[in-house]
């Protein structure tokens, strides 16, 4: 392949890059990247790749310095420029996806112009495959199986309010400044996303190389619980086979939208989320197949949750609840709650039972405006893709 990647970035900051490496005792690193990219030895940009990922596993991640992430981004665009030259586009994604994953952010740039190019190149390459019914979601809910699936009391108390088209101001009014959840209904007709994602080919096209972190097992409470890194196509692949709900594939709060820019561009970001003039937080994809559960928990900021594809179910307890909601005393689990809400113990955790909540089965194309500290239980009940807007007050 005649083409190459152009990296200007990199080109301008490597002598000074290579230094600082040099200053942290990264001389075996410097030595094997200078042969990668003068000599254009794989061997050479493979061992720098390796030095640079085991730096980043050294410690705790908060630990890891910031110039051996960006040696692994410039290990990652050695490694995806040999890879592309030779023809292996989907190895050269999977670097490249790698570095924008795991990599600092001095090279960020170059990492997505890399990204860009090589797709572009591998989506003239593929052949689509053209199958009769390729859409992810193809079959209603059966309504009395997902009511035996849900936590006790479901949808049999109070109901989250729904509001078709709500104006911003009486968002801001009604339910911002109060504190109190809303569902908002008619306000995403317009986003390409809505017809896009839920057919199979438009995902793995604009997507299926790109390797993605994912979550494996019933949530992140369980002991079972682990993560991995998967092509999309592989895990679209799980979502259409869930032949074992007990151990589900979830992609779960990844800033995928950072990461591949055309599924970005399907969405847009609510009016909503700029009431109170605060700053608008990384945008998180929960992707995943029916059964996936997100266990009680709470989040810092405001939070509209944008239901693209599929349907969820979400009950919420108000802030004020924490005490009764048994949250766990560690530092890293503090905004999580004890209590199984689909196998409650009420003898460990009695305050439980007669404690209000509101749920909701949220619809494809609906928003649900959850507040700051409200504890919410989320479950999918079919295949779903869902986007989260976190946004924090201007005094946070």
């Known amino acids: 392949m005649a083409d190459k990647l152009e990296t200007p970035t990199l080109d301008a900051e490597s002598a000074t890059l290579l230094h600082a490496i040099s200053e942290h005792g990264g001389y ?24 640079a990922w085991e730096q980043l596993h050294s410690g705790p991640w908060h630990s890891v310095l910031p110039v051996w992430r960006d040696a692994y981004s410039m290990a990652c665009l050695h490694v ?15 670097v490249l996806d790698m570095g924008l994953i795991m990599g600092g952010s001095l090279l960020r740039k170059d990492l997505d112009s890399a990204v860009e190019k090589v797709s572009a190149v591998a989506r003239d390459s593929t052949v689509s495959d053209q199958s009769s019914d390729r859409r992810l979601v193809r079959h209603e809910l059966d309504q ?52 896009k994602w839920n057919d199979l080919d438009y995902l793995k096209r604009v ?24 092509t999309f196509s592989q ?21 995928l939208f950072d990461q591949i820019s055309e599924l970005r561009k399907d969405i847009c970001v609510p009016d909503y989320c700029f009431a109170g003039g605060g700053e608008l937080r990384p945008l998180n994809a ?43 005393t560690e530092t890293m689990l503090k905004n999580s709650s004890q209590v199984d809400l689909d196998n409650i113990d009420e003898t460990q955790f009695p305050k439980v039972h007669d404690l209000e909540f ?14 700051p ?9 079919t295949p779903s893709l869902s986007v989260s807007f976190w946004w924090s007050d201007i005094q946070n």
Request: with cysteine; aromatic share 10%.
């Open 28 to 51: 075996a690193f410097v030595s094997m990247a200078t042969l990668a990219a003068e000599a254009g030895d794989p061997r050479a940009a493979e061992a720098a790749l390796e030095m």
């Open 144 to 195: 009395e199986k997902v009511l035996r699936s849900l936590p006790i009391k479901s949808l049999s108390c109070k109901i989250v309010v729904k509001r078709p088209a709500l104006s911003l101001e009486g968002f801001l009014r009604e339910y911002f400044l109060s504190g109190s959840p809303v569902i908002i209904s008619d306000c995403m007709a317009h986003w390409p996303a809505r017809t």
């Open 286 to 328: 929960w992707f995943g197949p029916a059964g996936t559960v997100t266990p009680l928990h709470h989040d810092p900021h405001h939070n509209i949750l944008a239901q693209v594809v599929g349907k969820k179910y979400i009950r919420l307890y108000s802030a004020s609840a924490s005490e009764e909601l048994y949250p766990y």
């Open 80 to 94: 995806a420029r040999l890879h592309f030259s030779n023809g292996e586009l989907s190895e050269a994604l999977r």
């Open 358 to 371: 509101q749920d909701c089965i949220l619809e494809e194309g609906e928003m649900l405006y959850i507040p």
């Open 235 to 255: 895990f679209l692949a799980r979502i259409e086979a869930n032949n074992c709900s007990d151990n589900p594939t979830y992609l779960a709060q990844h800033p």
């Open 373 to 381: 500290k409200w504890w919410h239980y989320v479950r999918s009940l």
């Open 207 to 230: 997507a299926g190389d790109r390797t993605v972190p994912v979550e494996v097992g019933k949530n992140y409470l369980c002991s079972q619980w682990k993560q991995e890194l998967i």
